[in-house]
């Protein structure tokens, strides 16, 4: 039977568990900004046991880029308060697998790879204070023009957390510059969105050569008016483990997030105290 393949836009006003369901199915692969909205999305980080201690650590050191909204216990792919249908093998639209530090391939589930020693971390996502921009009539051009938010590698270190360690990855959204004080004040009131941004203007200072070329995503036009602002993000854990050099680990595609029932405004960063 043929896979009948959904498009964004009818994606675009289901309740996540439809938005899920879609995915799980092999029926939508592409980026989820816009989708499921006021409920959290999140980025994935899975690593064996052995290291889910340093990896903790390494989000404990780093809330700006690695505000955790959950972890789960070995072998378990789900993460209860994150919704009671979610799995963390199906549930994100596209996953990236690395093998010693390197990028082998990226797959729609991880029905073949789940170990009974993975520890999945569930990391807050910047679309949370788009959603809260958005509504404040701050246009997201990578959502408007349908591309994945352009992501880059920075000079900005970040604090060790046992074998993992490396850059910065930041996103970048082109904001009016009369308006970046508002986003700021906006951005500060969502911690476990990566809360507010860590730069905006000259790309340079934080050690980008060229916004038109993007390390993850899409390149976004910068109109006049506007500034670059960059944002902490949560691929900056695919850093840490080609850092770290893992016989295996795994992440979700950037852009690609999985989507919970949890309320994107009232989630607490872990350790949370609504087990």
Sequence with gaps: MTTVLAEFSELADLPPSAVRRAIRQGRYSGHTAGLAKGRLQCNLAIVPGEYADDFLAFCRQNPKPCPLAGVSEPGNPAIARLGPDVDIRTD????????????????????????????????????????????????????????????YRTTVETAPGGVFGGGMVVSMRPIPEGRLEEVRTICRNYPLAHGGPIHAGDPATIGIADLNAPDWGDPVEIRDGEVPVFWACGVTPQVAIMTAKLPLSITHAPGAMLIADVDELTAPIYPYNDK
């Design 92 to 151: 994100a639209s596209r996953y990236n697998v690395y093998r010693f530090g390197r990028l082998e391939d990226q797959v729609p589930d991880l029905t073949g790879l789940w170990r009974n020693d993975m520890v999945a971390f569930a990391i807050g996502c910047s679309f949370t204070f788009e959603d809260a921009l958005r509504r404040a009539g701050i246009a997201m051009r990578h959502i408007d023009c349908n591309v994945t938010v352009p992501m």
